[in-house]
């Protein structure tokens, strides 16, 4: 087993996930995982050191909770998923005496307030209003059109929809008529719309301590919401001294003096670069998993490192390597969406088994046969994994997969 | 080259099977489980790739320390049952079946001893594997369960590969006394394709060989013996099997007695063992060529009824063994044989369409089918004729092979015992027109003219006769269902009659409710299958022809498997004095385990050769078609109500469990 070492504090980690526990595991930081009760049955019997909570409601409590990790000789507290983000706001600003962090966190939680602060800092974004009901969504999707110079009849430039406090493409829907706005529900209300860029999606994920990017990777998505790779292909590296300026305006705007952050920007043909929104979390799709495999460092961590007070600039310049330069080939994953109405069972195509670039998948057998309707973007079923030396031919086999059934 | 074709396919997968491997060995105890999931899918890759296993076997102590068996019942090897492997190996999760792949996998390893393993010693393991492999001899010996063959798994493959390589690792002692009992069971259901047994008896014959020393004069050694010697050895002069060209010079040599006694021991070793010699096919050849034919009836065996047969037919039967009798298809001497003892030639269509058969030319397209599926060494016209001839000899030895034509079988076995003369008509439109018409409420159907049916190719895991008829019946069978898609009911209630012959009841019961496929009015379809087929209920009728029937058949679970077609041949007392129903199954072997104690029995309760049977009660529980000639019955007997409650309840613990 790992020996921990005692000259340092211990970190909270909130949310429960097997592979950043694994990861703690295996590191020298000593930790409490802070979870709901549904998971302390697997933790006492694996002696994870466990603290059970629920996360459902930010309320007075917080600071009940607080004090007990700070009883427990916490330095920092770590959110997993978006659920948790201002509670490790909460939490660290009682821990380390700083009210500005909870306010922060609410910040990284309202893709609204988010925006505008970027706006106010001078980063660029585009076209986005909040929207209350139906008529908003109507009334900024014909507004953007009119921009364009479009007359009655051509078909519109699309509009996004996204809720305000979900992760990633939950709750993300791209409007183009009246009819997709009569699709939405009353409690998808109220949410952000957003002008639709013509461009290049990418993700960044950037661990940041005192207030430097200690390591900065770009992801390639290649159909948003399906498939994405990292080290990205040389054409968007290219790019990289400009996302590392815009990374530090972040830095800059968002005042984030540590902690780990990922951002989401377009860029259009004219290089130039806009900002999409930014989570303080842990990406979905597994990009950790994907940069693990690409560079063999643990993403989960380099977390820890770079929320960790104690940890020092020779750990983390010792711990990361250099980016696109180190990295073994290029990892990517594709998100399954079952194609048909009905299913039966998992089958994996066999041009996919029998690429030399597959490597596993992650996808369960169906529960139910009938497919519920994707609404917005909706949640896949499963990721499959591909690793190989071409990032090109990597691109061009993750486009493949949507037109593939793994699910009949 | 293909080493390094094969290379290029594995190293890939080798390359992600180590990356994850060393994921799963660093991983904390409680990351494990998020690992093995993953190992497993790599682990499946192997397992299908030809050379897989070859990688695997190397790794097996790593992966076992990495942790893949960790929190799961496979933890503890020594507690493990084989009983348990062959259902594990049929599971439709294909994580589940790569574990176990890989945990016979360790079993090899700790019993060839590369691999220790507290708790379980090699000789342990090697026990555990000789129980498995004799468990799981049907996947050995190629023979496919109705059940295995609706639910192919992707993994069926890389299993039976798997499984064959432990036999050749462990050998087969220990689980040769099941091998050849196993063997005996098949082969005491006649079957007309004894090519998979064969290479078992073969697998015994070396294994004999090999390890001499180590068998005593049991009963096994005698029952290997027997099989051995009837394939290799069946007389005196072939005794040390000396090669053909040897055996015909010792037969050139022999004087009148010595050849006697060959005639009757050929005779004795293939009906003793429904096996034939290929030293059989040369001495019959050699007696006629040599102008010695009196010496054919006794090579035949025959009694005195086929001896009447060869007889009057004598020209006719010397024909058909010149043609048919060659090596590589001396099986058709027990068709013959069996053939003349039917008295079939009597009917006076027969004998003139059997010349019409060795006078045809065949198409090109059934000479082609025939050399795709048994090769070229005979001609595709003796390899037809011998076809025939078994098919007429042991009409219920047919099999449908790993092919959905359950009902092609079924119909070709059907014309072959009811009404030959039939089948040897369709079998001439097809070898010289390529077409097989047949009427459909008086619509002719074209063979040529259908698209394909169920079977998507020309089977080739079949007899000479199916590979030349099936693709026809298929389609046929195929567009009588379009016809009647629209009406409502179950097809067959239509199809049956017009398919199989003008004897199939046009009175149709049914179990199920065609739209709901929910049970309707199952009392009554019980009470009436007993005064309709139960002597002890209509009047003590007997079944008069062979009638199809419709089975849901279920696994060793009383799990619903498909729906599958029989043929109903006798109903009668067997010796201990329950009534059973004996039926044909147009799978390749019908001793089936259909759950909750209906064990289908192929020999020992009165079953004449290639009949399964099952006591009455509980072959009705099965039962969801059957067909009636409408005729009223002398004298019906009331079916009690325990009896039927008995047989309902069977039914519904297991097919019909979902459809109250």
């Known amino acids: 087993m790992q020996t921990k070492d005692p000259q340092k504090g211990y970190i909270a980690i909130l949310g429960w996930s097997l592979r950043c526990i694994d990861a703690l595991e295996k590191f020298d930081r000593r930790y409490v995982i802070v979870a709901p009760q549904w998971a302390e049955d697997y933790a006492t019997q694996h002696n994870i050191p466990f603290v059970s909570w629920d996360f459902e409601r930010l309320n007075d409590r917080s600071f009940e909770i607080s004090a007990k990790l700070r009883e427990m000789g916490v330095d920092v507290a770590i959110p997993l998923f978006e659920e948790t983000v201002e509670w490790a706001g909460a939490i660290n600003s009682v821990l380390m005496d700083n009210p500005r962090l909870l306010g922060q966190s609410m910040l990284f939680r309202d893709k609204s307030l988010m925006k505008r602060r970027a706006q106010l800092g001078g980063i660029r974004v585009g076209i986005f209003e909040e929207a209350m009901d139906h008529t908003d969504v109507i009334r900024f999707l014909k507004r953007v059109n009119q921009t364009l110079l479009k007359l009655d009849g051509d078909p519109n430039d699309p509009i996004h929809f996204k809720a305000f406090d979900k992760a990633g493409c939950l709750g993300h829907?791209?409007?183009?008529?009246?009819?997709?706005?009569?699709?939405?529900?009353?409690?998808?209300?109220?949410?952000?719309?957003?002008?639709?860029?013509?461009?290049?999606?990418?993700?960044?994920?950037?661990w940041i301590k005192d207030r430097k990017i200690q390591f900065l990777n770009i992801s390639e998505y290649v159909t948003l919401g399906y498939s994405v790779f990292v080290p990205a292909t040389p054409e968007l590296e290219k790019y990289r001294a400009k996302i590392t300026e815009q990374i530090e305006k972040l830095i800059e705007v968002f005042d984030i003096d540590f902690g780990f952050i990922h951002p989401e920007y377009f860029v259009t043909n004219d290089g130039t670069m806009y900002f999409g929104e930014v989570a303080y979390r842990p990406p979905g799709f597994n990009a950790f998993e994907l940069m693990e495999r690409a560079y063999g460092f643990n993403a989960y961590q380099a977390l820890v490192l770079s929320f960790d007070p104690k940890a020092t600039q020779e750990e983390l310049d010792a711990f990361f390597p250099t980016p696109v330069k180190d990295a073994l080939g290029h990892a990517g994953c594709f998100g399954v969406y079952p194609r048909r109405r009905v299913v039966s069972e998992l089958s994996i195509p066999s041009e996919t088994e029998d690429d030399p670039y597959f490597e596993f998948h992650e996808l369960a057998p169906p529960m139910e046969s009938k497919v519920t309707k994707r609404t917005a973007f909706g949640t896949h079923w499963g990721l499959v994994y591909f690793f190989g030396e071409d990032p090109h031919r990597l691109r061009d086999l993750l486009k493949a997969q949507e037109e593939l059934d793994f699910y009949v | 080259m293909t080493t390094s074709l094969q290379d290029e396919t594995l190293n890939p997968i080798l390359r992600s099977f180590d990356h994850v491997l060393s994921q799963l060995s660093t991983a904390s105890s409680a990351g494990k489980a998020t690992y093995q999931g993953r190992m497993l899918d790599t682990i499946k890759r192997l397992l299908k790739h030809p050379h897989g296993i070859a990688a695997i076997e190397p790794r097996i102590r790593e992966l076992d320390q990495a942790g893949i068996f960790d929190g799961t019942d496979w933890a503890v090897p020594s507690s493990l049952v084989p009983g348990m492997v062959g259902n594990t190996l049929r599971m439709a999760d294909s994580r589940t079946v790569a574990l176990e792949c890989v945990s016979l996998l360790r079993f090899l390893a700790v019993a060839r001893e590369t691999q220790s393993q507290p708790g379980l010693p090699a000789e342990h393991a090697r026990h555990f594997l000789a129980q498995v492999l004799a468990l799981n001899l049907d996947r050995i010996l190629g023979a496919h369960h109705e059940a295995a063959r609706v639910k192919a798994g992707e993994l069926d493959g890389a299993?039976?590969?798997?499984?064959?390589?432990?036999?050749?690792?462990?050998?087969?002692?220990?689980?040769?006394?099941?091998?050849?009992?196993?063997?005996?069971?098949?082969?005491?259901?006649?079957?007309?394709?004894?090519?998979?047994?064969?290479?078992?008896?073969?697998?015994?014959a070396l294994a004999m060989n090999e390890q001499q020393q180590g068998f005593s004069a049991s009963d096994t050694r005698l029952g290997a013996d027997r099989l051995i010697s009837a394939l290799f050895g069946p007389t005196q002069l072939s005794r040390e099997d000396p090669g053909l060209q040897t055996y015909r010079d010792r037969l050139g040599a022999a004087d009148t007695g010595t050849l006697q006694a060959e005639a009757t021991g050929m005779a004795r070793a293939m009906h003793d063992t429904g096996l034939v010699s290929d030293y059989h096919g040369a001495f019959l050849r050699f007696v006629l060529e040599s102008g010695q034919s009196y010496l054919v009836s006794d090579a035949l065996g025959l009694s005195s009824t086929g001896l009447d047969s060869f007889r009057c037919y004598q020209a006719l039967v010397q024909q058909l063994i010149d043609v048919a009798v060659r090596p590589g298809t001396a099986q058709a001497v027990l068709g013959i044989a069996l053939m003349l003892e039917r008295g079939i030639l009597y009917s006076p269509p027969i004998a003139p369409s059997l010349w019409r058969l060795l006078g045809a030319r065949l198409t090109p397209n059934c000479e082609a089918g025939l050399i795709a599926a048994f090769g070229a060494d005979a001609t595709p016209h003796q390899r037809l004729v011998a076809g025939v001839m078994m098919l007429l000899g042991q009409p219920l030895g047919i099999g449908q092979g790993n092919n959905p034509t359950c009902q092609s079988a079924r119909a070709l076995s059907m014309w072959a015992l009811n009404d030959p003369d039939y089948l040897l008509w369709q079998l001439a439109q097809a070898t010289s027109n390529d077409r097989v018409i047949m009427h459909f409420e008086g619509q002719p159907l074209d063979s040529a003219l259908l698209p394909a049916g169920l079977a998507l190719h020309t089977p080739l895991d079949a007899d000479p006769v199916s590979v030349v008829l099936v693709p026809h019946l298929d389609r046929i069978y195929a567009e009588m269902g379009r016809m009647v898609a629209g009406r409502g009911e179950d097809p067959h209630r239509w199809i049956n009659p017009e398919l199989h012959g003008w004897w199939v009841g046009r009175e149709f019961h049914i179990a199920v409710d065609i739209a709901t496929g929910k049970l309707h009015e199952y009392d009554q379809f019980i009470r009436d299958f007993h005064t309709s087929y139960n002597p002890m209920h209509n009047g003590n009728e007997p079944v008069i022809h062979p009638q199809p029937a419709g089975i849901a058949v279920t696994d060793s679970q009383g799990t619903f498997v498909g729906w599958h077609a029989i043929s109903i041949i006798r109903v009668a007392l067997d010796?201990?004095?329950?009534?059973?129903?004996?039926?044909?199954?147009?799978?390749?072997?019908?001793?089936?385990?259909?759950?909750?104690?209906?064990?289908?029995?192929?020999?020992?309760?009165?079953?004449?050769?290639?009949?399964?049977?099952?006591?009455?009660?509980?072959?009705?529980?099965?039962?969801?078609?059957?067909?009636?000639?409408?005729?009223?019955?002398?004298?019906?007997?009331?079916?009690?109500?325990?009896?039927?409650?008995?047989?309902?309840?069977?039914?519904?613990?297991?097919w019909a469990r979902n459809r109250l």
């Open chain 1, 173 to 206: 829907r791209v409007i183009r008529s009246p009819d997709d706005v009569a699709a939405i529900a009353d409690d998808e209300f109220p949410a952000l719309l957003e002008s639709h860029l013509d461009g290049w999606e990418f993700a960044v994920e950037a």
């Open chain 2, 159 to 204: 299993v039976d590969r798997l499984l064959k390589h432990i036999l050749a690792s462990v050998g087969t002692e220990g689980i040769l006394g099941q091998l050849v009992d196993e063997v005996w069971r098949i082969l005491r259901q006649r079957p007309i394709q004894v090519d998979h047994v064969k290479s078992m008896i073969l697998q015994i």
């Open chain 2, 575 to 654: 010796q201990s004095g329950g009534m059973r129903v004996y039926f044909f199954n147009p799978n390749n072997d019908s001793g089936q385990d259909w759950g909750h104690g209906i064990i289908v029995s192929t020999h020992g309760n009165g079953e004449r050769l290639g009949e399964a049977s099952l006591p009455f009660a509980q072959f009705t529980s099965r039962l969801y078609i059957f067909h009636d000639d409408g005729l009223k019955t002398a004298s019906e007997v009331p079916v009690s109500d325990d009896e039927v409650v008995t047989i309902r309840e069977l039914a519904l613990q297991s």
